[in-house]
Structure formats: C-alpha cells, structure tokens
C-alpha cells in the first residue's frame, strides 16, 4: 500500500489537502487529510498519447522542417539505421516525462537486423524498464510506396544514380497480406503483458490495398484486436481518396468492416460532415494532433464538429508536438485553444476536453479504466508542482486555470502508473534518459555516412514528388 498526503486534486470537490492511497494498481480511496509537503502538488489524469509513431530524435535534426507530409515522410530516409532498443527506450521515455501513463507507438520502420517480432521485442522491454503502457501498432501496407500512384513519373524524371537508390530504398518488394497479419500476431504471442499490446497497423487508405484492409477487417472483428491508421491527413490524400472511392473512402471502411470502435483513425483532418457522422455511429475513435498538422501544412482538423456530431475523439502527439519535445500536456493545451471554441461561444469546455482525451485515448490504446483520479479507478496519475505551476502566487487562483493556461512537462513532479510510481521530480525512474540520448545521438551521428547516397538523391527526388502532387492532385 502506498499512501501520498497534501495533494490537491484537480477538479476535485473537496479544494482542501487530500490523501490518495494506492494499493496494488489502484486507487483504493482518497479522503481529507491535515499532513501537507513541503510544496503544493497537483493530482489530476496521466495523460495518454494516442497516436506517435515513437521517433528516436526530432525528423527537423534530419533536414524535414516545413515539409508537407508527402515529401516530409520519404526524407525520414536520411535517419541511419539503429539500435532499436535506444529508439524504443528514448521515444517512450519522453512520453513518459512529458507525464502520458499510455502510448500508441504506430512504428513505420524497423531497424533490423533481427526479427520483426523481436524487434518488438525491444518495445516491450523499454515498456518494462521505463514502465509504461505501451500499445505497438506494427505499420502494414501494400502499395504505392513512393507516391499515390504511378512511381515511373517521379522516377522517370531522376537521373539514374539517383533513381536507383530511391528505387532500392521505397520499392522493393512488399510482403504479403497473410504474412503482414501473421506477424502482428506472433508479436503478440510473444510480447502482450501487462503494460504491452500489439495492434494492427495499417498505414492508410493510400497505403494499403483493399484485400489488405478487408483481412484486417476479418481478423480484427474474429480476434478483437484493435487497429490503428492514418486517415484524411492531407490534401493530396483526400484528392487521392475521392478519385479511388468515389461512393467515398470512409463509407467503403463502413462497408468492408473496418470502421467499427476497434478501429482508431489518426487525424482525420479533411474528413466531411457526412463522414464524421459515420465514424460517430460506428464508434471509431479519431485522434487529433494538432501540432503534427500545423508542422506538416495539413490542416486544422475538424474536431468541434466531429465532438458536436458524438465521434469519440482522443489526443496524439504524433512525435512533432509544437516545440519538438513530445510534451503532452502542451499539446493538449494547443487542442483546446484551437477546438474549444471562439468568443463567449464554447464548443468544448476545458474540464471536458481533458476528460475526453484521457478516457477516449485509453480506449484507443486498449488500456484499463477511465483515467480517472477517484477511488477504484486504476493508479495511473499525474503529480505537477503546483507552486511552478502557480508561479506568482499573489491570490487563489482555480488550478484548471494554470493547468491550461501554462502547463509544460516542466511542471512534472511524479508519475504514476498501474500504483508504481516511474518518475519524480522530472526524472524517470527506470532509465537515465539523458544517457540514452547521448548514445542515441553518438550512434546516429556516427552513422550518417552511410545515408550520404540518399542526401544527393534528394535534390532530385523533391521536385519530382512536388510536381508529381501538383499534377497528378492539384487539389489546393
């Protein structure tokens, strides 16, 4: 049993000091209490991240700043291959820093060599060691690897050199779709525990064909595994998606049994009235990232309306939070300044907007409970300092206040989660972040030379996709 005293608990009914014991994983009660620390402290919600894709550093350090995502994602090419293990343990360290109990890690690379199954592996032990729910989406597609359609356009245009390396690098032969699925569940098989899942992935509409999509389908609705994809993040991809669904793309989902609330949709930045409306009924979760689209020149998605119309919607980071250091409780902030609404006019309120993205996000990555700090609830929760936090200190001032007005993963006192306590005072408890970062940097640093064929390919390959999008989707 573990007891913590003096808290003020966000929210709460009672604003005097309480006390929260734990036992086990949960919350076994909270009551008064006349014990203070020697700083105020702010219980509220861990946050959840519900869709990152955990990066071992910054794409910006690799030269991919201000890039739409159709040229952003093919320059992910210059980051050398790694130990997968640092990557697992740097991405879901920063998660857990910036104070998220749970993360969708929806990998797009393997590092290699080992096996893809014990290459998730190393996911589940950073997990472990850090500990922190962790929820891997193994990325699955089957076409259109460079762009959304005929490579031979951009290619035609490279000169030789140049068109073999990109040609070895994005279009080799893809495995197929029985393979794709059996090795989701051999990972599964190996790794599922605790603080471990494994979902499908599949990487998008664009990505995957639709014999792909239908046996995630079948497989989702006979296992009861969830899925997790990207879904209307562009304009080129909803310009793609028009032309290839014309009854429409989200209706097709409906129609193959994809869209079901197993399913969570990543951004959803260009999807219609009609379509939320889809998602709505079929229980799907979206998740927002807002500073993900505004990096990228996405978009600003259309979350008040997809709230108004009931969709579910939760909150991801995506690995290109606002200033590039994974801060949760930022983003969350930068949500609800973009979709609580204008004015007097309030779409969504701020206790609302942290309630939804903390219990939907849990839903969306398969973890236990609401997220809720109440008695019975599981022990997943979040300590800020509250004199940081409250800096000025010149009269009472309502927590949610300073929570949404100022919050940063500076503010971070303890996290907890399932009852165990994994960082204080900023620090986590189960790994030296800063060491994995310097090895992780010494590592990539060392390793540049060998993405030196594919930097001189670049100056070729951009242009070639930029025109292919102006072309082929002049959709804006």
């Given at each position: 049993?573990?007891?913590?005293s003096g808290l003020t608990i966000l929210g709460g009914a009672d604003a005097a000091p309480q006390s929260i014991e734990i036992t086990g994983a949960t919350i076994a009660k909270i009551t008064p209490t006349v014990e203070t620390s020697s700083r105020r402290l702010l219980a509220m919600p861990a946050m959840v991240n519900a869709h ?86 193994l990325y699955m597609r089957d076409r259109n690897p460079l762009v959304y359609g005929d490579e031979e356009s951009v290619l035609g245009a490279m000169p030789g050199e140049a068109r073999h390396e990109i040609e070895s690098l994005f279009c080799s032969p893809m495995p197929g779709v029985a393979e794709q699925i059996a090795r989701v ?238 960082l204080a005072d900023g620090k986590l408890l189960g790994v030296d972040l800063d060491a994995v970062h310097a090895e992780l940097r010494a590592q990539l640093r060392a390793r540049m030379p060998t993405r030196a064929r594919f930097l001189l390919a670049w100056p070729h390959l951009e242009p070639s996709v930029t025109n292919f999008y ?7």
């Amino acid at each position: 049993m573990t007891i913590l005293s003096g808290l003020t608990i966000l929210g709460g009914a009672d604003a005097a000091p309480q006390s929260i014991e734990i036992t086990g994983a949960t919350i076994a009660k909270i009551t008064p209490t006349v014990e203070t620390s020697s700083r105020r402290l702010l219980a509220m919600p861990a946050m959840v991240n519900a869709h990152d894709h955990a990066r071992p550093l910054s794409p910006t350090s690799f030269g991919a700043a201000g890039k739409p995502l159709e040229t952003w994602i093919l320059r992910l090419a210059a980051v050398p291959g790694i130990d997968p293990g640092l990557a697992a343990t740097a991405a879901l360290g920063r998660a857990a820093r910036s104070g998220c109990a749970s993360v969708m890690a929806h990998v797009t690379r393997l590092y290699g060599p080992m096996s893809v199954v014990d290459e998730i592996g190393a996911y589940a032990r950073a997990s472990r060691e850090i500990g922190v729910r962790a929820t891997f989406a193994l990325y699955m597609r089957d076409r259109n690897p460079l762009v959304y359609g005929d490579e031979e356009s951009v290619l035609g245009a490279m000169p030789g050199e140049a068109r073999h390396e990109i040609e070895s690098l994005f279009c080799s032969p893809m495995p197929g779709v029985a393979e794709q699925i059996a090795r989701v569940e051999a990972a599964a098989a190996a790794h599922e525990g605790p603080l471990f899942s494994v979902q499908f992935g599949p990487s998008g509409v664009q990505w995957c064909s639709d014999a792909m999509l239908e046996a995630i389908a079948e497989s989702s609705a006979r296992t009861g595994r969830r899925a997790h994809m990207h879904l209307l993040e562009t304009p080129y991809q909803r310009a793609w998606a028009d032309q290839n669904y014309p009854q429409g793309v989200v209706r097709h989902l409906r129609d193959i049994g994809l869209l079901s609330p197993r399913l969570a949709l990543a951004h959803c930045v260009h999807a219609r009235p009609d379509e939320l409306d889809m998602i709505a009924e079929a229980g799907a979760t979206i998740v927002a990232n807002a500073s993900s689209n505004l990096h990228l020149r996405s978009g600003i998605a259309p979350i008040a309306d997809a709230v108004r119309r009931k969709c579910r919607v939760a909150m991801g980071v995506d690995a290109s939070a606002l200033d590039e250091d994974d801060d949760a409780l930022r983003e969350m902030r930068l949500g609800h300044f973009l979709h609580g609404g204008w004015g007097f006019d309030t779409n969504i309120s701020r206790e609302d907007f942290l309630t939804m993205v903390v219990a939907n996000g849990r839903h969306a990555n398969g973890a236990p409970g609401a997220g809720g700090v109440s008695a019975g609830e599981i022990a997943d929760f979040l300590v800020l300092d509250l004199d940081r936090l409250d800096r000025d200190a010149v009269m009472p001032v309502d927590p949610l206040d300073l929570l949404f007005a100022r919050a940063n993963q500076s503010h971070v006192a303890q996290l907890f989660v399932a009852g165990q306590k994994i960082l204080a005072d900023g620090k986590l408890l189960g790994v030296d972040l800063d060491a994995v970062h310097a090895e992780l940097r010494a590592q990539l640093r060392a390793r540049m030379p060998t993405r030196a064929r594919f930097l001189l390919a670049w100056p070729h390959l951009e242009p070639s996709v930029t025109n292919f999008y102006r072309d082929k989707m002049g959709c804006c």
